[in-house]
């Protein structure tokens, strides 16, 4: 599967952006889905992370609350909705996906094989 994120920028803290992500394919629905993001000197880590038929989504803490992730199997899309944006939110942010067939959501960034090139989001203070 092939990955296209959009809708990155820069915004100040407290407003919202609304990240897309586009995949190939006619398989999309069998990938579980992610967004991660890795900020200058900083690990990657999973941001959010939603199963194959929307059923279950999770959160790292630091977002819950204010993120929100969300996928159309029909547009083979994933978003994920920012909102009250803060500085610390500042990475680049990469979608990503997971052809593992068991249901469990994987946290760890080496879990997902298919990664998009990534778009960056920058928040101003």
């Known amino acids: 599967v092939q990955l296209v994120e959009s809708g990155g920028g820069l915004v100040q803290a407290g407003g919202s952006l609304r990240l897309s992500c586009a995949a190939s394919?006619?398989?999309?629905?069998?990938?579980?889905m992610a967004w991660l993001r890795q900020a200058p000197g900083k690990e990657r880590e999973l941001v959010a992370a939603?199963?194959?038929?929307?059923?279950?989504?999770d959160y790292t803490d630091s977002v819950k609350g204010r993120f929100t992730i969300s996928r159309d199997n029909a547009k083979n899309s994933v978003y994920l909705q920012m909102n009250s944006l803060k500085p610390e939110d500042t990475a680049v942010y990469y979608c990503?996906?997971?052809?593992?067939?068991?249901?469990?959501?994987?946290?760890?960034?080496?879990?997902?094989?298919?990664w998009g090139q990534g778009t960056q989001v920058t928040v101003s203070s």
């Open positions: 394919g006619r398989t999309f629905s069998m990938y579980k």
């Open positions: 990503a996906a997971d052809g593992d067939i068991s249901t469990t959501i994987n946290y760890r960034p080496s879990a997902y094989p298919y």
């Open positions: 939603i199963s194959r038929s929307s059923g279950r989504t």
